[in-house]
């Protein structure tokens, strides 16, 4: 693992690292923000998922984290949302597949699956590396994201409910099989047959039994991708049937940017420390 840069910030310390990855074939960059507390001991450990075409360094020049973090005392990692290099297949004039659109999936289908493992790259060997090397609380952790991202952190925490103790999401796609701008992406990665892409799609998976006790979700009204990419009331629907407490704040001419995130970040990072205190 080697340190691309450090930089102080809320009295913590903004990290980004980069290191290979076998479960991505090549070199991944992250950020990780440690806040002041882990200087004294561990403290939990919050994944923010990017969106459609981010690397880690979105959120932090726009997602305005760090002094939450610093108040509250969780650190907060960002992976890159793909994997990354010339050799990794692409295809550059579609920002909603490939390099940046990664959908946090275990590709199936060649060319993609030598490289397009992000579910297990976040879920296992980061964790592994993040685990050993930092002072995190592994059994205090949860998740978030936005839009695709919130769709990888609704879909990992609905599949791992022992492992993440809060889950949150700003515009999620929660339901990328049906939507207009992931279902090429299912296809193309998964192969044709729905029935392998209900394990990524948070609805079929509430609708399928997965359970966790409550989900938070912010939704701007002014999001341009809310009715053929959102759609937040197909997960209002389904976790009312399955008895899933969700907050669903829909907030009022905010749109799918990191001004709508960042306005909204403290919020969730307060929801989740709250969930997270040991
Ligand atoms: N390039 C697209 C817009 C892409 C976009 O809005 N990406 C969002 C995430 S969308 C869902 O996953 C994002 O977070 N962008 C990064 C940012 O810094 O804003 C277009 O041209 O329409």
Redesign the pocket.
């Known amino acids: 693992m080697k340190q691309v840069s450090a930089s102080k910030a809320y009295e913590g310390v903004q990290h980004v690292y980069s290191h290979p990855s076998e479960a991505c074939g090549g070199e991944m960059t992250f950020a990780l923000y440690l806040p002041p507390q882990a200087e004294k001991s561990t403290v939990p450990l919050l994944w923010y998922l ?5 690397t880690h360094q ?1 959120v932090m020049d ?1 997602g305005e984290y760090r002094r939450a973090a610093s108040e509250h005392g969780v650190a907060i990692i960002c992976p890159d949302t793909s994997p990354r290099g010339a050799d990794v297949p692409d295809e550059k004039d579609n ?1 909603q597949f490939g390099q940046g659109a990664g959908f946090y999936l275990d590709a199936t289908q060649e060319p993609f699956s030598r490289h397009y493992n992000m579910r297990r790259y976040i879920l296992s060997e980061l964790t592994d590396l993040v685990a050993e090397n930092f002072p995190v609380d592994m059994k205090r952790q949860g998740i978030f994201g ?4 919130g769709h990888g952190a609704l879909t990992f925490a609905l599949r791992n409910p022992d492992r993440f103790r809060s889950v949150s999401a700003f515009a999620p ?1 929660v339901q990328p099989s049906t939507a207009d701008w992931s279902r090429p992406a299912f296809e193309k990665y998964l192969g044709s047959d729905p029935a392998n892409w209900r394990e990524y799609d948070a609805t079929n998976l509430i609708e399928g039994g997965s359970r966790i006790s409550e989900i938070l979700v912010d939704q701007g009204t002014a999001d341009q ?1 809310l009715d053929n990419g959102l759609r937040p009331w197909l997960l209002r629907d389904a976790c009312q049937k399955a008895g899933i407490d969700l907050t669903l704040n829909m907030r009022e001419g905010y749109d ?3 001004n709508f995130i960042s306005t909204f970040m403290a919020d969730h990072i307060a929801w989740h420390a709250a969930r997270l205190a040991a």
């Open positions: 990017s969106g459609l075409t981010c979105n726009k920002w936005h839009s695709m991202g796609i991708f799918h940017s990191y």
